[in-house]
């Protein structure tokens, strides 16, 4: 199991960017799938990308696509979410989870972290 921390959230205005970080504890780092997830008020927590363990796949919720990277630095036990283009519909706190399955990571399963906060002012 590994023990997850979020950090880069902040406040936005439409159109600008963010990176988010979700740092990992933890030797088996570079096994593990790993994903992000978001969370606004009022609504269910929702997948926005994943990526494998080596980094050669990722995945992207239809809402993202295009303007979200999803990348990781194993050798930093850190993976990484670049968010461009930001939209107020894109306000939540942004979790980061980890499982060697990556079937388990997309759909929401594994070791999670605390979050971090996203606003986006219109």
């Known amino acids: 199991q590994v023990q997850l921390v979020e950090s880069g959230g902040g406040l936005v205005q439409t159109g600008g960017s963010l990176r988010l970080s979700c740092a990992a504890s933890g030797r088996t780092f570079s096994s593990y799938g790993m994903g992000w997830f978001r969370q606004a008020p009022g609504k269910e927590r929702e997948f926005v990308a994943a990526i494998s363990w080596g980094g050669g796949s990722t995945y992207y919720a239809d809402s993202v696509e295009g303007r979200f990277t999803i990348s990781r630095d194993n050798a930093k036990n850190t993976v990484y979410l670049e968010m461009n283009s930001l939209k107020p519909e894109d306000t939540a706190v942004y979790y980061c989870?980890?499982?060697?399955?990556?079937?388990?990571?997309?759909?929401?399963?594994?070791?999670w972290g605390q979050g971090t906060q996203v606003t986006v002012s219109s």
């Open positions: 989870n980890a499982d060697p399955d990556m079937t388990a990571v997309v759909r929401g399963f594994g070791s």
